[in-house]
């Protein structure tokens, strides 16, 4: 079946979307999430929800199965190879099973925490590829904080110019200028704040657990005086 590609102002939307072109039930569908619905402010759709879907491929009958069954069904005096019998009487076919779930029966036996020790392993594994996450660079963080404040100050009617400055090493103080900047200050910075606390959250979002460092945003400059 071919993959159909569908979009929606969220996830769930596009996947239902999808369900609907192809005429089937989520657990009769598989999906590839394309991109996440990204929001602007006051929570505007930028751009929509992409996903991939098909009708899920039934999974076909292994080939072992296959051979033995054509193995089971012939042999002479119709029996089949698996179940001969030896000198003795007994069934060769299930001397052999029998065998088999004994080795298997004592492999289980001797090792009952073998399932524990791989669950430990893999956990081992999820926690080092979260610390190795790379640390995101604060020019980029403070390119993605400009960015945030402009788009905010075009619905503030006004537009805005940025000074970097390096405070220290692990800190950038991004400066806004602007015409009627005083908008985006408040009364007493309380706008202010809470624009910087907005970017906060912002390059949280985008850094993840690799983000390290500080960026601080100062409207009008008023921090500086």
Known sequence: MEWVETTGKTVHDAKETALDALGVDTDDAEFEIINDARTGL?????????????????????????????????????????SQRTPNGKNRGGQKAENRGESRGSSRGANPNQGNHHEKNTDKGKQKNVSDEPTMPLEE??????????????????????????????????TVSGENIGRMIGQRGTTAGAIDELVRTVLQRHAGSGRGGRIRVDMGGVRAR
């Open 42 to 82: 006051f929570g505007r759709v930028k751009e929509e929800a992409r996903v991939r879907a098909r009708v899920r491929p039934t999974t076909p009958r292994a080939k072992d199965d296959r051979r033995r069954r054509r193995r089971g069904g012939k042999g002479r005096g119709g029996q089949g190879e698996g």
């Open 141 to 174: 963080q403070a390119d993605i904080a400009e960015a945030f404040v402009a788009d905010l100050a075009e619905n503030f009617g006004t537009t805005v110019t940025f000074d970097r400055e390096q405070v220290a090493d692990d800190e950038i103080r991004v």
